[in-house]
């Protein structure tokens, strides 16, 4: 079955950065466009970023433009999420997802965002 398992968030301070991981089981990766999603604490799941297939393309939500920057290794099933400079307002959970709904995701990481 299709299993997405998120990793690499925890605790930083504002302007701290951290990489999230992705890996992906039960699908042929290289046919999905991948996405990143988020939920802030009692908010609704918000888009993040998409990469394309090949991951020579990818769009970012304008809070996250500049500061994120999502990237694939299809060899090995994996989506990652480098967030650098962040702040109070990234703390979320943070999802990888295979639709664009976000509703085919994994159980997320949490990031926190604090000093």
């Known amino acids: 079955q299709v299993q997405l398992v998120e990793s690499g968030g925890g605790l930083v301070q504002p302007g701290g950065s951290l990489r999230l991981s992705c890996a992906a089981s039960?699908?042929?990766?290289?046919?999905?466009?991948m996405y990143w999603f988020r939920q802030p604490p009692g908010k609704g799941i918000e888009w993040v970023s998409t990469?394309?297939?090949?991951?020579?393309?990818?769009w970012y939500s304008d809070s996250v433009e500049g500061r994120f920057t999502v990237s694939r290794d299809n060899a090995k099933n994996t989506l990652a999420l480098q967030m650098t400079n962040l702040t109070i307002e990234d703390t979320a959970i943070y999802y990888c997802?295979?639709?664009?709904?976000?509703?085919?995701r994994g159980p997320g990481t949490q990031v926190t965002v604090s000093s």
């Open positions: 990469i394309t297939t090949t991951g020579d393309s990818a």
């Open positions: 997802a295979k639709d664009g709904s976000g509703a085919a």
């Open positions: 039960g699908i042929i990766f290289n046919a999905y466009a």
